[in-house]
Each structure stands twice: as C-alpha cells, then as structure tokens.
C-alpha cells in the first residue's frame, strides 16, 4: 500500500488529535489546558504517550490523572483540587499552556472572542466576553484550536483583540510581553505556527487529504508558505488504539471535525 | 440583682434570618450588586426572582454572569454590568445568554469588560480596602477600549533586568453596595458553607460589600452546633457571619442553575427560558408564567406541580 493510499484512509479527526497532542511536546511538568472537545483529547494523548507529567483538568474544579477524555464523575483519578480561583494561581505563575478556541484569529495571533461589529461599547454581534483570554496571553503559552478552517475565522484583522498576538506583545516591549508566546493554530484543514521573522503566521503542515492552495484560499490574510509544505504526520498505531480504545471509545471527536467529503 | 438576673440581661446573638423579600426590601434602585455562583452554577436565583418582582431598577451587576443576567437584564432591571463572560454554559455544550445579548446589542446596558482574573483582583482590592492591584493581565489586549477608566502603572522596583519598573494594570477595588450568594448550608448567624466542588468567588463578594448589603441564602439552615456535620468537614465552612449581615433558608433556591450536589441544573427549564428571547411574547409569557409569582414558595410549589415529564 502505498502513503497516498494510507493517508486516504486516515481519518480527519485523528490527524487533528494528533497535532494537538504535537502542540503539547516538550512542556514537561505544567498545566495542559486544551478547551474544547479535539483539544482535550489531543492533549490527554500527549500525557498518555510521550508527556507523562502534563497535569489536565476534569473540565470542572479537579486536575485528574486519567487518560479518558470525559472520564464519570465517580471514574476519576484526582490529583488535586483546582477550583476556579486557584485556577488564576496556576495562569499567573506560568506554569500553563491553554488550547483556546477562536471566532475570529489574525496572523499575528491575536484572537477574538467577545464580539464581532458595531463599536468597542456597542457591538453589532456579542460573544461570550473576553472570559480569561487577556490573562491567559500574556501570561502563558497558548495555541489556539479552529475547527471549521474560513476566512471569516482566519481574518485581517479581529474587531476586538481578546487574546493578544504577537505584533501587541512586541509593542509591550521587553517586560510586558516577556511570558508571551503564541505556539501554534490547529484547525481542520493544518497546522500553523509563528516562527517568521516578524511572527507572521505561517503554514506548517497541511492535513492528509488538504492542498496548500485550499488553505490559503480558506485564510482571510497572506499567509507565510513555505517552499515545501509537508504534511501533518499520521497517527502511530498505538496512538490509534489510545484515541479508540482509551481517550475517546464514543467518538466524539468525529462529531466535531467530520471526515471530507 | 443576683447572679441569675444579670445573665439574663446578657444580649441574644444576632438571628440574621430574613425572607427572599425582606431582604429585597433592604436594596435600592441604583445599586451596584454582586451576585455568586459562576454561569449557570449556584445562582441565588430566588433572590434574583425577589427582584424579579420588586419594583427595584436601575442596578449595576457584578458577576460571572449566568440566567440572572439575562433575566434581569429582559425585565429591564439593569443599567449597566461588570463582566468577563455571560454564559449559560461552557465546554462542549457552550451557549450565548440571549437575553444578555440582545440588551449589550441594543445598547440598553452600559458595560464595564474585564478579564475574570481582574474581577478576582477588582473584589479583592475591595475586601483589603486597598485602591487597585497591580497585575499584568490586561496588558496587549483591547480592554482599555472597552473599559476606558483603566490605568496602567510603573512598579516603584526594578524590573527584570534591574532597569526601570515594569508596566502594570492597575485593577480597580470594586466595591459592592450588596451582594447575594447561595450556598449549600449555613446557620441563622450567618455562617455558610459549599458541599459542591467549588466555593466560585462567593466569599470575595461578600468581603467586597459594604456593611449591611451580604446576603446569602442557603439549601438549609442548621444549628450551629451542626454545622460542620452537615458541611462534611470544617475546611468547607468559608464564609463566616463576619461579612453576612442576612441569611434566607432557600431550598432549592439557586433554580433552575445547578447547586451542586444537592440537585443539578434544570436543563428543560434553561431550554424553555434561552427560547424565549426570540419574541416579546415568549418572554412575556415566560416571565408571567414563571417570574411572577407573589412569593418564592409559590414559584417552588409550581415547579413541584410540573408534569413529570416536563420535571
């Protein structure tokens, strides 16, 4: 069988469990704080293999030992109480790198969550609030997880800069934006980092299946392409097994990023 | 006098407990409030319905907002709102608050956006009765453009690199003129304590309010002596009497958000509520179908008479 053939039968949600997971490699002893459904998993798989003392979250008020993604309620292994607030002691000591989702991103990494038109005071479309993004940014590691890849996601510019991007981190200078850094963009469609001369976003690698020209067409700026742009690595066997057998047996990660067409 | 008289003159301890509307009674229109819980978790909402049925208006909301935002916010109570978030719910099964969205969108409420660490350091400037905390959050974001009245600060020591002072947020003390919180249990002095996983910032906004304006209701009221059974454990008793001045014996009181673990959220019932922003008339019929009742018994003895299905 041949690699194109193998990468026709990967299926689209466990690449992307997989570059989460990728995005989480080398963090050692922190708080791994993917928010959403793929993030979360991708994040337990990366404790489960390679990154065995990454401490997570039950999601609620715990930091929890076990592989299983939602794991029940009387099923968990805690490790320790971490209620809300103290939830702030973690961020502002750094020792945290937060997956967030984002309505819109821009390619220095700014995010956006809290609104979309209208003026500052009054928007013609309000989100959810700026919730924890601020703080998490400029205190943290981030990564940001995009599920449904689109030019209204990857804009411009965002109406409103929730989580701070690289361009408002250099401005800071030195001090300000010392604890900043913006790892990488996962969504359904590739992976995407920041490691250009001017923190402009670039391709990393492109999903099993995507082509370079369906990305930048998908992507609301210029994006930074490299020469040769490889694609996002398979998931090994074992890994495999661990997302159906251990992480997610139900499957939800289909639901959130389906197969293509 | 004898012995025996002279104790007899010795003054009762205070009974701090008062009904939902007493404690309504004790508020006004204009009022900065803080209320508890976070989204659509221990909510004191039979208080938040005393308000409902009060002629109190004009409010300033603190709160890591849930229902009682959007609620209050369609019977036209709020005037303006400090926020981080509104959300019925969070993760996987992540929802906007309607009611709250419609109100910013319109531009009946003024907003005051924080980050929801900044509102842990604004309530806990005010519980220390110090003007600000310094903090780094903020910084890079477009929170000055949305909460124009914050200001940065040099730190007065070296900064990293032994030069000059680093640039800081200088997070307000928000002080609250009351606040209400429901909890788990408590005693009639005033004493409460969380069963569930997580106390949230109820302590904070109490110790942020102003003498006279701290109300908790709780699922039940015991007698001192059993406080720390009932509690499970002495560390669960984390807020004391010193910074209540009102207790309401609420069962079931934090409906239809979750009060964990004495009882989950009421999903049908926030289902039915979050449809009614879509027309005038729902909400109408909602808010005369389930916000009108003359008292809170009333309310709980209709949603005890709910066909079980519906239940």
């Known amino acids: ?34 928010i959403g459904t793929i993030p979360m998993i991708g994040g337990r798989l990366a404790r489960a293999t390679w990154e065995p003392d990454l401490m997570m979250t039950d999601g609620e008020a715990a930091l929890i030992a076990n592989d299983q993604a939602v794991p029940a309620k009387a099923d968990r292994v805690y490790e320790t109480w971490n209620p809300y607030r103290r939830m702030f002691d973690v961020v502002w000591s750094g020792r945290r790198h937060v997956m967030m989702g984002a309505t819109q991103v821009d390619r220095f990494g700014n995010q956006n969550i809290a609104a979309l038109g209208g003026t500052p005071t009054r928007p013609r479309t309000q989100l959810l609030g700026f919730r924890g993004a601020p703080g998490n940014t400029i205190n943290d590691t981030t990564s940001y997880w995009v599920p449904a890849h689109g030019p209204k996601v990857f804009v411009e510019a965002v109406d409103v800069v929730t989580g701070v991007g690289y361009d408002r981190a250099v401005e800071l200078g030195g001090d300000g934006g010392r604890f900043h850094e913006i790892r990488r963009v996962v969504s359904n469609l590739g992976v995407f980092d920041f490691d250009t001369p001017n923190h402009s976003m670039q391709l990393r690698t492109v999903h099993p299946g995507v082509t370079v020209d369906e990305v930048v067409e998908a992507t609301g700026f210029s994006l930074v392409v490299p020469a040769d742009v490889e694609q996002t690595r398979l998931p090994t066997p074992d890994e495999l097994r661990l997302l159906d057998e251990v992480i997610d047996p139900q499957g939800t990660r289909f639901r959130e990023v389906p197969d293509p067409a | 006098m004898s012995a025996s008289e002279a104790e007899t003159a010795y ?86 608050e309607p009611h709250f969205r419609a109100a910013r969108q319109s531009g009946a409420i003024e907003c005051t956006e924080v980050d929801e660490g900044m509102l842990l350091l604004g309530l806990q400037a005010a519980a220390w009765r110090v003007p600000f905390l310094p903090t780094r959050v ?53 004493n409460a304590a969380f069963t569930g996983p997580d106390l949230y910032f109820d302590d904070l906004m109490l110790e942020a309010t102003a003498d006279g304006g701290r109300f908790v209701s709780v699922e039940r009221v015991v007698p001192t002596d059993d406080l720390v059974d009932a509690a499970g454990d002495i560390t669960r008793l984390r807020v004391s009497r010193l910074f209540v001045d009102g207790v309401v014996e609420a069962p079931n009181g934090a409906h239809p958000t979750s009060c964990d673990p004495d009882y989950e959220r009421d999903e049908a019932f926030q289902k039915t509520y979050l449809g009614t922003a879509k027309d005038t008339e729902l909400w109408n019929e909602f808010s005369s179908g389930w916000l009108s009742f003359p008292t809170e018994a009333d309310y709980q003895a209709a949603l005890a008479a709910r066909p079980e299905e519906n239940a």
């Open chain 2, 11 to 96: 003054p009762e301890p205070k009974d701090k407990r008062l009904s939902e509307d007493e404690v309504v009674a004790r508020l006004e229109s204009g009022m900065k409030i803080g209320i508890g819980g976070w989204g659509s978790r221990r909510k004191p909402m039979s208080l938040v319905r005393a308000i409902l049925r009060s002629d109190l208006t004009d409010l300033h909301l603190v709160t890591f907002g849930g229902p009682e935002v959007g609620m209050l916010c369609a019977a036209g109570k709020v005037s303006h709102l400090t926020f981080a978030f509104v959300a019925p719910d969070v993760g996987p099964a992540a929802v906007l």
């Open chain 1, 1 to 34: 069988m041949s690699a194109t053939d193998l990468s026709s039968l990967v299926r689209r949600a466990d690449v992307c469990a997989v570059a989460v997971a990728d995005c989480f490699r080398g963090d050692g002893e922190i708080l791994a704080n993917p």
């Open chain 2, 138 to 190: 903020g910084l890079g974001s477009d929170l000055g453009l949305v909460n124009p009245e914050l200001q940065r600060i040099t730190s007065p020591y070296p900064g990293p690199d032994g030069g000059a002072g680093e640039e800081l947020i200088a997070q307000p003390a928000i002080h609250l003129d009351a606040s209400l919180c429901h909890l788990n249990v408590g005693d009639a002095r005033g």
